[in-house]
């Protein structure tokens, strides 16, 4: 066990400290603000506060951790040996030129998304309006490095000490906003469909769409055979994210009570990780999201545990409090869309901590790092390999999570196919 001495002991000191040293690291904690404890204590021991009390490992700690509520934080980014890094220590015997407990607890608290910021078209928080992307850090996890060169400190001051290793993974994660482009979305839509390509010149696409329906050519949006073979090959299980909202014009999918529909989320099931992807209209009504959830529950015979949002609108807090609300335990829509990086500067999973209730909650985060269509350009028909690479390569130095997003609508072009079998046999 590691006693930590600190000033005060609050929510946001508990909170990192478990992530860090618990999560992480694989070490009990116990806090005390007790000089005298601390002092006669003769285990392990580090103190956070703003000066060192004796010879112990010491932290400089900034004011962030012992506040309450959002204000605007001064970032000063430093270089220590190659890594980037913020929120300076103020004392020649802090054991970190930076408040490493600090730092870390902006990114994963997504402090910044709670304070005025320009949201792009969809009215998302930008990767444009991040730290990481202003101080050219978005392509790093971090504050894994971070975490990764702390703990070889503690290994080197508590040799007794056997600490976690982190595994390096691969995680594909697969949407489905439309299960099928033609077959079985009904008759009016299908003649709509017809009636729209012809008067726009679409022709290509009228006859690929009478193939389908004539049985003679597979739907291009049907990949779950395909998915469910490379399953079954990949000691890595695939999760994947059904829509089932009503239809509307942002949501296209089939009718989630045909039985062939719900016959396909189960067949998926039975080989991938099923949750639900969240419509447009549930992202913006409990009521709705209620249902849904329902609707997903009473086809897998399962309470929801994995959800994704549509169009990656998440809302910080409000959407992960309404998660909260029903339950869910895991989400995947901590990412940028359009841009490869880490959106809170990690590749491992992390409780949400609420900022306006000052609370952690059992939510977790788990943050995907590329959207294959952020690294595709369709129109040239390549792929941005070295971005790829580099994320990979990123997430592979620190044991993470290398988590990749993907739609079903993606896979009709052929170098997304390519892309997904390449990740899966490198890491087998």
Not at 204 to 226: E, H, Y
Not at 327 to 338: C, H
Request: include cysteine; glycine fraction near 4%; proline fraction near 4%.
């Amino acid at each position: 066990m590691l006693l930590v001495y600190t000033h005060k002991i609050t929510p946001r000191v508990t909170y990192i400290f478990k992530h860090i040293c618990t999560r992480t690291m694989g070490i009990a904690v116990s806090f005390t603000s007790k000089v005298e404890d601390f002092v006669a204590h003769d285990g392990p021991k580090l103190s956070y506060t703003h000066k060192q009390l004796g010879n112990e490992l010491h932290i400089s700690a900034i004011d962030l951790l012992f506040e309450q509520g959002v204000m605007d934080v001064d970032i000063q980014l430093q270089d220590w040996d190659g890594v980037p890094c913020f929120f300076a220590s103020k004392t020649s015997e802090a054991m970190l030129p930076y408040d490493i407990f600090g730092a870390a607890f902006y990114m994963l608290s997504r402090y910044e998304e709670y304070l005025p910021h320009v949201k792009d078209g969809l009215g998302r928080f930008p990767a444009s309006e991040s730290i990481a992307h202003k101080h050219g850090f978005l392509d790093r996890p971090v504050v894994d490095e971070w975490i990764l060169r702390f703990k070889k400190i503690i290994t080197a001051s508590f040799p007794s000490y056997v600490l976690k290793e982190l595994k390096f993974e691969t995680h594909v994660i697969v949407d489905v906003p439309q299960a099928f482009e033609f077959r079985k979305i009904g008759f009016l839509r299908t003649v709509g469909g017809y009636g729209r390509d012809f008067v726009n010149f679409r022709l290509k696409r009228n006859f690929i769409r009478t193939q389908v329906l004539l049985g003679l050519r597979k739907d291009p949006f049907d990949i779950f055979s395909w998915l469910v073979n490379v399953q079954k090959q990949s000691s890595s299980r695939f999760k994947v994210f059904f829509e089932l909202g009503d239809y509307t014009e942002d949501s296209k999918n089939i009718k989630y009570s045909k039985r062939s529909f719900q016959s396909l989320i189960k067949m998926v099931g039975d080989y991938s990780c099923v949750g639900l992807l969240i419509s447009k209209s549930a992202s913006k009504s409990t009521v709705v999201l209620k249902e849904e959830k329902k609707r997903i529950e009473h086809i897998t015979n399962r309470p929801l545990k994995q959800t994704r949002i549509t169009d990656y609108k998440i809302t910080v807090p409000t959407s992960y409090r309404n998660l909260l609300d029903q339950e869910v335990l895991e989400d995947y829509t901590m990412g940028y869309p359009d841009t490869p990086g880490f959106r809170a500067s990690t590749s491992i999973p992390f409780l949400f901590y609420d900022l306006d209730y000052e609370i952690q909650t059992p939510l977790v985060i788990y943050p995907f790092c590329i959207h294959i269509n952020a690294i595709i350009d369709k129109h040239k028909q390549t792929v941005d390999s070295v971005s790829l690479n580099k994320i990979k390569n990123a997430v592979k130095n620190v044991n993470g999570l290398f988590i990749i997003a993907f739609s079903n609508s993606d896979f009709t072009n052929i170098y997304s196919k390519k892309v997904f079998r390449t990740l899966l046999t490198a890491d087998e």
